[in-house]
Each structure stands twice: as structure tokens, then as C-alpha cells.
Nanobody, 127 residues
Framework: QVHLVQSGGGLVQAGGSLRLSCAAS????????MGWFRQAPGKEREFVAV????????LYADSVKGRFTCSRDNAKNTVYLQMNSLKAEDTAVYYC????????????????????WGQGTQVTVSS
């Protein structure tokens, strides 16, 4: 069982930056790939980024590539999403999620692969 608690988010002007954090409980954090997803009003939850359990691999959605950076600190059981050059279309509720992986290099992208979810945090980008 993994419990995820998110922090960060808020209101920012277009072009600004925000950092989201997601702290996990448990002693096997490095066994979990950690993903970030977002959901805008009236839309389905979509993949944003993922980092492998080892931290050696990351994948990003094309819409955020080059602007967002996902990182993790396994000693602190925490994953981060640094969001730069924010756009109005980045406005959404952002969720972190954990996926138990037996290969620490894998980076799952499907929402259906993740069993544990954070509470969500609102990110609003004003244009």
C-alpha cells in the first residue's frame, strides 16, 4: 500500500513556473514508477510525465516536452514536477500516481496501470 500526498500548485501567469511535489509513504519507493497526469474540466485524465523507479528514465507528453521536468529523490520518497513556461492550456488538476514495477527502468504511461493516486492539486495559468 502506498499513500501519496501532493503539494504545490496554485495560480500563475502565463510564462511562469510552478513546482509540484508528491510524497509517498512506505519503504519501497524505488520499486514504483511515478507518473503525473492532469485532468481539465470536461476532459479525460491525460498523461503528462513519468519517471522510472530508478530515476534513470523519463517520458513526457509532447505537449509538455521541453517545458516540464520530472525528478525524484528516493531518499526522501518524493517525486517532483517542475513546470516552466506555463500556458493557459496547462490549466488542470494535476495528479501524481504510483505503479509497482519489477523492472525499475520501465516508464508506464497508461492511467490504468497506476493503482495509487494522490489527492490532486489545482494548477491555474492565467493568460
Amino acid at each position: 500500500q502506498v499513500h501519496l500526498v501532493q503539494s504545490g500548485g496554485g495560480l500563475v501567469q502565463a510564462g511562469g513556473s510552478l513546482r509540484l511535489s508528491c510524497a509517498a509513504s512506505g519503504r519501497t519507493f524505488s520499486s514504483y514508477a511515478m507518473g503525473w497526469f492532469r485532468q481539465a474540466p470536461g476532459k479525460e485524465r491525460e498523461f503528462v510525465a513519468v519517471i522510472s523507479g530508478s530515476g534513470g528514465s523519463t517520458l513526457y507528453a509532447d505537449s509538455v516536452k521541453g517545458r516540464f521536468t520530472c525528478s525524484r529523490d528516493n531518499a526522501k520518497n518524493t517525486v517532483y514536477l517542475q513546470m516552466n513556461s506555463l500556458k493557459a492550456e496547462d490549466t488542470a488538476v494535476y495528479y501524481c500516481a504510483a505503479c509497482r514495477m519489477y523492472d525499475s527502468s520501465l516508464t508506464p504511461r497508461s492511467v490504468y496501470e497506476y493503482a495509487y493516486w494522490g489527492q490532486g492539486t489545482q494548477v491555474t495559468v492565467s493568460s
